[in-house]
């Protein structure tokens, strides 16, 4: 074996989206970061329809124009042959109110990974081609380098301060020192393959959409690609591992062709004239998480972290996300290493938290589809998928039931718009939610409950409107975490919000510490005059005094509803009375 040795600031396992991502973050912030790529570029990868929370990241990187360029086909949502009605239905990016931009693209991942680790080179990390990772070099529970090979069989031996895993699926730091899980209801496997002469969908609206269309046995995409190389269209259908048997008897053509036959939406965009261009290729679509997204020395990112399954197209936008997060945490362990411990966990908790929500999201989404095929093996085993059975499903329905009527954050009832736009559309019974009358009136704007600051009466109870926390929040200018204190007014946040907010950190607001003070005394149950009264007491002032102070710092907290003010129950009738 022939060795050599260097030392780095980080060192980048794989040139993927999240490796690339990461280390052009870090080499921009002036660090010596070497990224270790086992293959060579341009390489296959699947994967090609993107969402909108990477686009700020093409723009930090400098690369919003050259990716302009290169004419990849604009998505502007997506749209499912799903749930309720076999008519399609859309959601459009333009819509959400929490996206960064309108639309995405869908990419060949060959051309658009290329571009992505070609400028990691241009912003300074050193990035070798055809030199994987063999293992991760560990000393006394950190690790400390790792040891690659290059094609030759030539191995070397690196030391880094950090090193980032960003291999996908081959997590070959995370596979040794984390423990891998997969989600045993969604072990599903995927055929995929490339068309030309492809007659669209009728309706232009549809032009720049994923389609997604269940059958039988699973679902298919359809993903405009346009490429030169790959053909006009990529066509995959997913199905399950119920079908083993099937499909390796069969072989993966001939099963790919079979579910095309139960797909009349796809059939009709193919029309009659288009041509497979392609063999049809197969992979394993498990959901996995490891139990550790970061440890002593380490940070996973992309699929060497986790992967789910592409119904919502979630894999390129939070491997990239997880990579600019990952490079921030370096930066502020760099700069700050007593807070190595604290900056991992915050690291690793948001991580988690956001695969564990959209994964919970996924299954119910695919509930929702399960009495489409009551008699078909896989959506016979994915209508026990039912809310409630991980903790993010179950989270979002409480907190549309029961949390957002007392809750109304402008946020919140955004959400709401939102989460309604997919509801609607599964066959999950949702009357109770559609009638319940407060969610309508808050998604009406209308708050018979609640009063505002000019209102504020004696026997009005204030309430704290989230959570007193203390966390971090990302500062951009510095590219570090920064420690705050504030409130996380939608920590619950259910799904779809913006897959950022998660990776990037929970929504806090930072409150200074005067406020902070007076948010101990508003505890929801008592009422504006007793708090007035225990605050003069505290605070030895008089009550007019101390009723002055005290409503100096709440107005500008009611304004933004971080408190909210309850009206006595008295008044709630009489509004309604008058509205009725
Ligand atoms: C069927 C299917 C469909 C999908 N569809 C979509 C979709 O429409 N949209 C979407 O966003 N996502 C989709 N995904 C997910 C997407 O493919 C991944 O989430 C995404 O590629 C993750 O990026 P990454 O950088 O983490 O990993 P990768 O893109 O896998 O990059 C990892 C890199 O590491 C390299 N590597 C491997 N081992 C080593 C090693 N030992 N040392 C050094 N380098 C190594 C690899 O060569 C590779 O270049 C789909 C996935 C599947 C399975």
Request: charge should be negative; include cysteine; proline fraction near 5%.
């Amino acid at each position: 074996m022939e060795k050599s040795t260097g030392t780095y600031d980080v060192i980048v396992a794989g040139g993927g989206p999240a490796g690339a991502t990461a280390a052009s973050y870090l080499a921009k912030l002036g660090y010596n970061t070497l990224v270790l790529e086992k293959s060579h570029f341009p390489r296959h990868q699947i994967g090609e329809s993107l969402l909108p929370s990477m686009m700020p990241i093409l723009s930090d990187l400098g690369l919003s124009e050259t990716i302009e360029a290169e004419n990849f086909p604009k998505k502007t949502g997506g749209t499912f042959i799903w749930g309720k009605s076999k008519d399609p239905w859309s959601v459009l990016f333009s819509t959400n109110p929490f996206l960064p931009h309108s639309h995405a693209y869908h990419v060949d991942r060959a051309k658009f990974d290329k571009i992505l680790l070609d400028n990691t080179r241009v912003l300074g990390a050193d990035v070798r081609e055809g030199e994987g990772v063999k293992s991760p070099i560990v000393e006394d529970g950190r690790v400390v380098g790792v040891i690659s090979e290059c094609d030759d069989g030539t191995q070397h031996e690196y030391r880094a301060k950090m090193v980032i895993d960003a291999s996908g699926r081959a997590s070959v730091v995370g596979r040794q020192v984390t423990n891998r899980t997969f989600d045993p209801k969604m072990k599903q496997v995927a055929f995929y393959a490339y068309y030309d002469g492809v007659k669209g969908p009728d309706d232009p609206e549809q032009d720049g959409h994923v389609i997604v269309e269940s059958h039988p046995k699973g679902w298919c995409w359809y993903i405009p690609v346009e490429s030169e190389d790959l053909g006009e269209v990529s066509v995959g259908i997913i199905s399950g591992q119920e079908f083993k048997e099937e499909y390796s008897k069969m072989g993966p053509e001939a099963f790919f062709e079979s579910c095309i036959d139960d797909l009349p939406y796809l059939k009709k965009m193919l029309g009659d004239k288009a041509k497979r261009v392609s063999s049809v290729d197969s992979i394993t679509d498990w959901a996995y998480s490891c139990d550790r997204m970061a440890g002593e020395g380490f940070i996973l990112a992309g699929d060497a972290a986790c992967f789910l399954d592409p119904l919502l197209s979630t894999g390129v936008s939070m491997a990239m996300l997880a990579g600019y997060s990952a490079a921030v945490t370096v930066n502020t362990i760099f700069k700050e290493p007593e807070i190595e411990e604290r900056a991992l966990e915050f690291y690793g908790g948001n991580y988690q938290r956001m695969w564990d929500v959209t994964r919970d999201f996924l299954h119910y989404f695919y509930a929702g589809n399960a009495s489409a095929y009551p008699e078909d093996m896989f959506w016979k085993a994915r209508s026990t998928l039912q809310l409630g059975d991980n903790v993010g499903a179950r989270q979002a329905f409480c907190f549309l039931v029961n949390t957002i009527p007392g809750n109304p954050h402008p946020a919140l009832r955004k959400q709401i718009h939102m989460f309604t736009q997919f509801m609607d559309n599964m066959e999950h019974p949702v009357n109770e939610f559609e009638e319940d009358e407060k969610l309508q009136e808050l998604a009406q704007n209308k708050k018979t409950d609640y009063a505002t600051f000019d209102e504020l009466t004696s026997d009005a109870i204030p309430l704290v409107n989230g959570e007193i926390a203390s966390s971090f929040q990302i500062d951009g200018d510095s590219q570090t975490l920064k420690p705050v204190v504030g409130i996380t007014y939608d920590e619950n946040r259910p799904i779809f919000s913006s897959s950022a907010s998660w990776l990037l950190g929970r929504n806090i607001h930072e409150l200074d510490e005067e406020a902070l003070a007076v948010l101990e005394y508003l505890n929801g149950s008592h009422t504006w005059s007793a708090v007035v009264a225990e605050y003069a007491s505290k605070e030895d002032l008089g009550l007019g005094a101390a009723e002055a102070r005290l409503k100096q710092v709440i107005q500008p907290l009611c304004e933004e509803n971080i408190v909210l003010l309850r009206r006595p129950a008295g008044n709630v009738q009489a509004s309604r009375a008058v509205a009725g």
